[in-house]
């Protein structure tokens, strides 16, 4: 097909605008703010696990974190503690609010009930997790929602070693950046789908009985007349 009125094919019309230069938009800034804080989290909880003192690593997570004022020789101990309710609880969190069709906040990004497809990104990464873990997300203290799918589960740390429990923080919080990854690669996709790609199609302009093939270029150029 040829443009009606510079007669390009799409081809020459590609050729002519050239390729679209790519901006920096608003989804590529919070994804590079995402993987850094993911990269920083993997660095700095590969850093509790190892830095976690032995006499220490077979007491109960819970235990220590209520009592986190008196273990300070763990230097790290209020990190943990910050971590596990940002991550650990705040999924949790998130997920029954998507599970019972309310708005769900994950670090800087919401998931509306009505988006099925990140509403299904949120709890899918969730309950893959939960299954895999053994273990529900959320509710670090109270373990108040003991059941998932009818089966009775461990809430977050509940019954947990402080070396176990700083491994699954770890998984978790991994899991919370993943989670928004994906959330951000939908937003990217759905960016791409709305760009006009430059061609020649049928358009059919006002004041005109019929539709004619027009280029992307020709068509903007008429539509300002
Ligand atoms: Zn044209």
Do not use: H
């Not at 740390?157 to 770890?170: A, D, Q, T, W």
């Not at 791409?192 to 280029?215: D, E, I, N």
């Amino acid at each position: 097909m040829k443009c009606w009125v510079c007669g390009r094919t799409p081809e020459e019309v590609r050729d002519a605008v050239g390729k679209p230069v790519p901006v920096e938009t608003e989804v590529d800034r919070s994804m590079a703010k995402v993987m850094a804080m993911k990269a920083n989290f993997a660095k700095m909880s590969g850093d509790w696990t190892v830095g976690v003192p032995e006499q220490f690593k077979s007491m109960d997570f819970r235990f220590v974190m209520k009592n986190a004022d008196q273990f300070r020789t763990i230097a790290f101990i209020g990190d943990v503690e910050s971590a596990g309710r940002s991550y650990v609880d705040g999924l949790g969190e998130a997920a029954t609010r998507a599970r019972k069709g309310e708005e769900a906040g994950i670090g800087e990004l919401t998931v509306d009930p009505k988006d099925a497809k990140r509403r299904e990104i949120l709890l899918k990464g969730v309950e893959e997790f939960e299954r895999r873990s053994g273990r529900a997300l959320g509710d670090q203290n109270g373990g108040k929602r003991a059941a998932v799918a009818d089966r009775p589960m461990p809430a977050g740390f509940e019954g947990l070693r402080l070396g176990e429990g700083i491994r699954y923080l770890r998984d978790a919080g991994m899991l919370y950046y993943s989670i928004q990854q994906s959330l951000l690669e939908a937003a990217k996709v759905e960016e791409a789908s709305k760009k006009p790609a430059f061609g020649v199609g049928s358009t059919r302009l006002g004041g005109f009985s019929k539709a004619v093939p027009l280029c992307t270029v020709c068509e903007n150029l008429i539509r300002e007349l």
